[in-house]
């Protein structure tokens, strides 16, 4: 089963750019040389994207592998495959790592049993809350002014398939 997806370094201090690169390519299986950026929003930093393609569930290894630089802004997006939902994972110092399914146009999906759960949990008290968890909305808030950061900067897009 195939499917594509997109990594989003959004911020990544100079000395830890190759580190990046390097599990990158160790997931990937093959040398990955990223097209790296100053990170207006956070000084001293870089930033930087590709693109992949390859079996799904690999960007469950790709976000896992970043994960190692508990520094790193970072996103992982995987899209959706037959029989598979989309993923995306976000990483932000502080908030550590997020991950949710997603739909086809990128929305994050919460299953009906989730759903359940927080409403038995909380009973009305706090749902608002809890559903934010869920969505990853303190991670997205946090990479906001990150990913505007990188519009028009360059975009590695490796040419090959991952496994």
């Known amino acids: ?31 990955v040389s990223l097209e790296w950026s100053a990170q207006p929003v956070a000084s001293g930093q870089m930033r930087a994207e590709c693109s992949w393609s390859g079996p799904a569930g690999s960007g469950s290894a790709l976000a896992s592998a970043l994960r190692a630089w508990s520094m ?8 959706p495959s037959p ?33 359940r759960a927080v409403m038995a949990e909380n009973g009305g008290t706090g749902l608002s809350r809890r559903l934010d968890q869920l969505l990853g909305t303190a991670w997205d808030d946090e990479l906001e002014s990150f990913r505007f950061a990188g519009d028009g900067a360059a975009v590695t897009w490796l040419n090959h398939r991952v496994g």
């Open 1 to 31: 089963m195939s499917t594509r997806g997109v990594v989003f370094v959004h911020s990544s201090p100079t000395a830890v750019c190759p580190h990046v690169e390097w599990a990158l390519s160790g997931v990937l299986g093959t040398r």
């Open 83 to 115: 029989g598979m939902d989309g993923e995306r994972f976000m990483h932000v110092p502080g908030l550590g790592m997020w991950h949710g399914r997603t739909s086809a146009n990128g929305d994050v999906v919460l299953p009906e049993d989730q759903l």
């Open 72 to 79: 790193l802004r970072f996103e992982v997006t995987e899209e």
